[in-house]
């Protein structure tokens, strides 16, 4: 498996490099002495522009087409508007300004190619149009409010920079681990609507869907634990549910991926990846509006409002306001979803150097008869022996009394100020809380008995009726989290360094209680004839599983220096205090005092567009999963490195990454089945049992390709491989695919038919299994689904007053594709092909 590994490696090396080579040509090298040429220098050269007077949308192509910048804009703001002619000799800044003159229009460079226009306000022009601020580099711009990840409004595939690796503002070329970036304009082409579109759309990431609301989310081999909302942690815990992976992704410019550790943002973690979603902002000093309606497959239904606006006359005070709506789109027999999101936030300018912010969010998903599980997998034939049981895609076995109700609230505070001499603090506050309240049954855990159509255990030939299980449950999860930054760059003989220091305490408090159901085989109906009219079971008193108090407290230091103009080391530690107050059983009470993870890198510029880097960081996890003496299992310990290679292309619009890396860990949960939660009840409810695996290690690649061929043609690609081994096996965590790969395309069509645009992809993975020792002993087959593709379509027309009309159609082939669950009895069907179609309009 090893060789294979590297020999497969070998080969998306040759591929990478030919590509590499390709696009450097295409992209234009220059000798060694012009590879120095600073930012400002750049945007200062003159070239040749000849842009005729003509509707500003057009204009704006045609500048982009000859300086390459390319400039964003709310559509509302150019429609009706001619530009003026340029022609002659001018650098990009000066040919834009005469390109607006009239316009009403002013812009300011968020990127060294990147620029945003906004309607002029009480400035210093030039001319008729202002330029706002003069460092055009948006890793040393430190005016408030400068957000230069910024991705909403910029129809861009990729972005200019994002902190979400090391705190500190970085390229993605600069940044030393694998990250990935879904714009606002992916999440829309390609309708990522939830947390688990997310990760089924991002490069190296895959879940496991194995039930209606649950599901486990993993990278590189391991579980993602480490989530964040504008770089603050939020709370996700997957065996107590709260609707996560149905997190709507309508609040977010744009989500940010680092896959490996993330010791400096997070401390204690999986080096798995972290996840972070970056929250619209209310920066909108006139009146905008999105409206959209949405249609689709199984009576599905989706509305949205986005407006933001000025409050106040000069702007100064500005708010955002976003309601969400849906329903249906569910192929589950009887599976009903709502689910209400709402968002509001408000800017408040305080002189010219200081930003508060503030804002709070809720969702809130209402699920009737939700599955708990899948269907049963197994039966048996004529013989006895256990054999694959036939099912579709549509079928539900909850009963009519079964729902999952879920929530989530949020409220953030934020100050920002500049202290001048490129020197800026950030200090939040965020207060999140999230619900859950269920009533569910799995009605059948073990194979079914063709006479009885109920679930069976086979002992010494007999068939032995089994029951299932149901249960009421209770979750409250609440998380306060205080972070404060301090962020400064200056130079040391003539290069740019640049600094973090901060400090971030957050406190969680976990509770889940729970009343088993009295499910007798009376009351479990035959599912060859399935009837969800079955009786409500008993519910015994509520009681409670899980209480405990977790406390993070953790100061921290990174730094970006400049050793050479073609050498940066980033480094830093953080150092980690980490308590457990566990309220149900005070021997699971677990404190560390000042736990260091150290983190470095380096990136090496090996032409103007090109580097090397490589990391190391070592990791450390206290885990929330039990043995089976119900007792937490030891922090996972490990560590990570990775060494890859880098490019921006076609004036930084594409981005290619390739990267190696390897990753040890001891004491790496492993389901090992289920016993019941009491001892004296062995017929009540169960729960799971893991134990820690030592001695994991993976090894892996990842290759991608994200950004803008030519500007109407964007691309997003990827593929992922590696090997998870324990004590010389391949057989850890075998519900996570070893290979995937992706492709996305979208093209604007030429000439007569440019208002639309067309795309498409495919996503595929290698095959995934279950066997577990319970499932073993039963006489139970490995439960796998084979290595797959799907193919998903998408087509857009922007038609004139703002108005679009999207299509996407997903699984366009209908791919049958299944999850297994962990314990390999139940199979939970994925959506057939589907299809939805979007009316937006903007203001």
Not at 94 to 107: C, E, K
Request: proline share 5%; with cysteine; hydrophobic share 35%.
């Amino acid at each position: 498996m090893t060789h294979s590994l590297y020999r497969q490696s070998a080969f998306v090396v040759r591929r990478c490099a030919f590509l590499l080579l390709a696009s450097s040509c295409l992209s234009g090298f220059t000798p060694r002495a012009a590879q120095a040429e600073s930012t400002e220098a750049s945007q200062a050269k003159t070239k040749p522009f000849s842009i005729p007077a003509q509707p500003l949308k057009s204009a704006l192509r045609h500048y982009f087409e000859q300086s390459g910048v390319q400039v964003a804009y709310p559509t509302a703001d150019a429609a009706n508007i001619n530009s003026t002619a340029v022609s002659g000799q001018f650098s990009a800044s000066a040919a834009l300004s005469q390109l607006l003159a009239g316009t009403g229009l002013s812009y300011s460079f968020t990127a060294p190619h990147s620029a945003t226009l906004t309607k002029t306000t009480n400035a210093i022009t030039l001319g008729p149009v202002r330029v706002a601020g003069t460092n055009t580099d948006p890793m040393t711009d430190w005016s408030v409010g400068n957000e230069p990840g910024r991705t909403e409004g910029t129809h861009s595939y990729t972005t200019g920079a994002m902190s979400t690796a090391t705190g500190l503002r970085l390229s993605i070329r600069q940044t030393p681990q694998s990250v990935t970036v879904l714009t606002r304009q992916q999440l829309d082409d390609r309708r990522i609507n939830s947390f688990a579109d997310v990760v089924r759309t991002t490069n190296g990431l895959s879940i496991n869907q194995y039930e209606s609301n649950r599901g486990s989310i993993y990278s590189r081999g391991f579980k993602i634990q480490n989530y964040l909302i504008d770089g603050v942690q939020t709370l996700i815990n997957e065996q107590w549910s709260a609707g996560e992976i149905m997190s709507d992704t309508v609040l977010y410019d744009r989500i940010e991926i680092l896959r490996g550790a993330g010791g400096l943002m997070n401390g204690s973690g999986d080096p798995s990846a972290m996840i972070n979603m970056v929250r619209k902002r209310a920066d909108s000093k006139k009146l905008r509006a999105t409206v959209t309606a949405e249609g689709g497959s199984w009576s599905h239904f989706r509305t949205t409002g986005d407006i933001s606006s000025a409050v106040s006359k000069n702007g100064k005070t500005r708010a955002r306001f976003v309601a969400d709506y849906q329903q249906g789109g569910n192929a589950l027999k009887r599976l009903d979803t709502k689910q209400y999101t709402l968002f509001a936030t408000m800017e408040q300018d305080i002189g010219e150097n200081t930003l508060l912010s503030a804002g709070v969010s809720y969702q809130n998903t209402l699920t009737a008869h939700p599955q708990w599980g899948g269907v049963p997998a197994w039966t048996a034939d004529e013989s006895g022996n256990i054999v694959r049981r036939p099912s579709t895609r549509r079928d539900n076995v909850a009963p009519d009394w079964s729902y999952w109700n879920t929530s989530y609230a949020n409220a953030f505070v934020r100050a920002e100020h500049n202290f001048g001499r490129n020197w800026r603090a950030t200090l939040n506050y965020s207060l999140g809380e999230r619900r859950s309240k269920s009533k569910i049954a799995l009605f059948y855990p073990y194979p079914i008995d063709p006479d009885t159509g109920q679930s069976f255990m086979s002992f010494y030939g007999f068939k032995i009726p089994v029951s299932g299980y149901s249960g009421r449950y209770f979750v409250r999860n609440s998380k306060n989290d205080v972070d404060f930054k301090l962020n400064g760059h200056f130079k040391v003989f003539g290069l740019n360094q640049e600094v973090v220091v901060g400090y971030e305490w957050w406190r969680e408090h976990m509770v889940a209680d729970g009343a088993p159901g009295n499910t007798t085989l009376a009351a479990t109906p035959d599912i060859n004839a399935f009837t969800p009219h079955t009786p409500e079971p008993t519910f015994v008193t509520r009681g409670n599983y899980i209480n405990n108090v977790t406390t993070q407290s953790a100061p921290f230091i990174a730094g970006k220096f400049s050793l050479h103009q073609r050498v940066n080391l980033i480094t830093g530690t953080r150092a980690v205090n980490y308590d457990v107050s566990d309220y149900k059983n005070r021997t699971n009470n677990y404190t560390m005092k000042y736990r260091f993870v150290p983190y470095v890198g380096l990136v090496i510029d090996l032409q103007k567009n090109i580097s090397a880097y490589g990391s190391y960081t070592t990791i450390f996890n206290p885990q929330n999963y039990r043995d089976a003496n119900n007792k937490l299992l030891a922090p996972i310990q490990g560590n990570t490195a990775e060494v890859g290679i880098k490019g921006e292309f076609f004036r930084k619009r594409l981005n290619f990454s390739l990267a190696f890396y390897r990753m040890k860990q001891a004491n790496v949960a492993q389901y090992q089945g289920r016993v019941p939660e009491d001892a004296a009840n062995p017929s009540g409810l169960q729960r799971s049992v893991y134990g820690g695996v030592p001695g994991v290690t993976s090894r892996g690649i990842e290759a991608e390709i994200t950004g803008e061929i030519t500007k109407t043609l964007h691309i997003v690609a990827g593929y992922s491989q590696f090997i998870l081994t324990h004590t010389g096996t391949d057989a850890v965590n075998s519900l996570i695919p070893r290979k995937q790969a992706n492709l996305f395309l979208t093209y604007q069509m030429p000439g007569a038919l440019h208002n639309l645009t067309v795309g498409g992809g495919l996503r595929w993975q290698s095959r995934i299994y279950e066997e577990q020792p319970t499932a073993i002993a039963l006489g139970v087959p490995r439960l796998t689904q084979k290595a797959y593709m799907v193919g998903d379509v998408f087509l857009r027309y922007d038609f004139p007053q703002n108005w679009s009309a999207q299509l996407n159609i997903n699984n366009i082939a209908d791919t049958k594709i299944f999850s297994p669950t962990e314990d390999g009895m139940q199979v939970y069907w994925q959506n057939p092909r589907s299809a939805q179609f979007q009316i937006r309009k903007t203001f």
